[in-house]
T-cell receptor
């Protein structure tokens, strides 16, 4: 149980284009989803917190107009990187929190990540 | 001061030895603490979580928490080469965010 998928697993796009990344909780309903970014040899940095049916809460320094987050259902959140530039190249990881029975209420289940390369 | 601090390593231990990974955090209001393992190019996977002061054991892994000292550690007994990875300490802050340390790279050599 508690499987989170991401699609695509990797993507290469040209500078100035937009890229959409999907995050799905496959076997549970995720009330909250999180989006992280990880640059090489660095830790995960929280970008935003997404609650189903409401606007995402962005961390300081993360441009909400550049990183569009939509959490339309309890099993799907999307991150759209608009007008991508080479400095946006990174490993994007989503996680979902669902409060599964017998597990800590705040445990996050991570997706496999999406590697974005902007050329 | 960083919110969650870890020694970046690498920590090199021989196969069969005990690996000790340490983490300190700044927010005294933090309530829950997680250890994740991350292999290169992969996303993190949960190893252990701990809420209360003291030790928590799960197989070869033991998490230790000392809230007074704002310190959490992970011991790996009988280390195996397959344990070689980066270990991330994550702390659930009073703000409900999960803040990650930079990770400690562990190398277990045969």
């Amino acid at each position: 149980g508690a499987v989170v998928s991401q699609h695509p697993s990797w993507v290469i796009c040209k500078s100035g284009t937009s890229v959409k990344i999907e995050c799905r909780s496959l076997d549970f309903q995720a009330t909250t989803m999180f989006w992280y970014r990880q640059f090489p040899k660095q830790s995960l940095m929280l970008m935003a917190t997404s609650n189903e049916g409401s606007k995402a809460t962005y961390e300081q320094g993360v441009e909400k107009d550049k990183f569009l987050i939509n959490h339309a259902s309890l099993t799907l959140s999307t991150l759209t990187v608009t007008s991508a530039h080479p400095e946006d190249s990174s490993f994007y990881i989503c996680s979902a929190r669902g409060g599964l029975a017998g597990r800590p209420w705040n445990e996050q289940y991570f997706g496999p990540g999406t590697r974005l390369t902007v050329t | 001061q960083k919110e969650v601090e870890q020694n970046s390593g690498p920590l090199s231990v021989p196969e069969g030895a005990i690996a000790s990974l340490n983490c300190t955090y700044s927010d005294r209001g933090s309530q829950s603490f997680f250890w994740y393992r991350q292999y290169s190019g992969k996303s993190p996977e949960l190893i252990m979580f701990i809420y209360s002061n003291g030790d928590k054991e799960d197989g070869r892994f033991t998490a230790q928490l000392n809230k007074a000292s704002q310190y959490v550690s992970l011991l790996i007994r009988d280390s195996q080469p397959s344990d070689s990875a980066t270990y991330l300490c994550a702390v659930n802050m009073a703000t409900d965010k999960l803040i990650f340390g930079t990770g400690t790279r562990l190398q277990v050599f045969p």
